[in-house]
């Protein structure tokens, strides 16, 4: 049968088959997804979101700063319009943890007192998050929320985390992981893992070898790829020459290049 497409932002995204489960799955009491970057984490929580707004269902969305914040917010209008109710985004609030609890009060236990609970919960960029701040969103849903908390622990940038992620409140059971990468392509994907290899980075969760068919994104150039370990003036000679030698060539799209340091 044909896959499922959706349009987000003109760009065409077609789910890989553990996304698609996860789209099509009925909301759970509480689940845990783990994903390397690039895995469609963000892509199911938007969608999870948009769908159970669209039953009615009143939905928080939290990330840790304000840049997934609006990135979470454009992607879950955009998949209100896909499910044919754009107005259901009424009862989506997306926000980061410091704003629904200032600064003075971000490791406080907190307790809502209000009547007007949430009926899901989804968390974003889980790795982020204390223990403690899960707790307290969840202070802000009805015992009886469903909610699902996505995370990488590769991408832990703040190393502020001290929840132990076998010890989430209400997830039981094992993890479910999505492993097919939306983002790079296959020769990206390996390059990547002989990195972390040679670094001895925690392998888990890995980036999944991608199927042409399920990639968000779309290239009409081979990528080139070039890995050599130099420091001081021998880095700085390095990236010159390789800059140099990209624009010789006749690089098309001068913005899409990307120098990791």
Known sequence: SEARQFYISKTRLIPAPKQKELFDSTPSYARRVIGAAGSGKTTVAAYKAAKAASLGKKVLVSCFNITMENHLNDYIKAFCRETGAPWCFRNVTVSRYS?????????????????EKFDVLIIDEGQDFRRLWVENLLSL?????????????RQNLYGISSADPDTIPRVTGRPITLSDSMRMRSRLTVFAERIAEHFALD???RIG????ETLSLRFDEEESL?????????????????LRDSFDGG?????????LV
């Open 141 to 153: 849903c009805t015992d009886e929320s469903h909610f699902m908390i996505f995370e990488d622990c």
């Open 251 to 259: 690089i098309s799209h001068v913005e899409d290049t990307v120098v």
């Open 203 to 205: 392998p888990e969760p």
């Open 226 to 242: 070039v890995w050599h370990n130099a420091a001081g003036t021998e880095a700085e000679n390095l990236l010159g020459k390789m």
């Open 99 to 115: 704003a629904l609890f200032p600064y003075d009060r971000i490791d406080r236990t907190f307790s809502a007192e209000s009547s």
């Open 209 to 212: 070898r991608p199927k042409e």
